[in-house]
């Protein structure tokens, strides 16, 4: 995963005062490292996520939030899914929304707000947040 490294390497670049390379475990955040909050939209067919999924586990640097996007009958979307909910079960830096199929966007925009804002709210309350306010002359 490309893009998952770039940022990684992007991230401790900028904050390179703070963070340690190492030639063969490369970039460790240091205390003043500042977190990085990440939202990922993943379709799950990237050749190497097995390897994306064990860096998740000891993640300890940034908050991500994983959108796993597939359609239906996906044999490797159920095994990443299932991996992907392991890992954010274990591990509190990491959240992870499922959507396969025809997911409601309703349903998908409050888990994303709920899980990567950290915005503790129902889906009553989010219903009432979408509602128009009243039309006043």
Not at 2 to 8: A, D, E, L, P
Not at 26 to 32: C, E, H, R, S, T
Not at 33 to 60: I, N, V
């Amino acid at each position: 995963m490309t893009g998952w490294q770039k940022v990684k390497e992007l991230h401790f670049q900028k904050h390179s005062e703070s963070a340690t390379y190492h030639p063969v475990y490369g970039w460790q955040a240091g205390p003043q490292t500042p977190m990085l909050r990440l939202l990922l939209l993943l379709d799950g067919e990237a050749q190497d996520m097995d390897e994306f999924e064990l860096d998740l586990l000891g993640l300890s640097w940034a908050h991500v939030t994983i959108f796993l996007i597939g359609v239906d009958g996906c044999p490797h979307h159920h095994r990443h899914a299932n991996e992907l909910q392991r890992i954010s079960d274990v591990n509190h830096h990491v959240s992870f929304v499922d959507a396969q199929g025809n997911t409601p966007e309703r349903y998908v925009t409050h888990e994303l707000l709920k899980r990567h804002l950290g915005y503790d709210i129902s889906m009553r309350e989010f219903e009432e947040m979408e509602e128009l306010p009243a039309y006043t002359e």
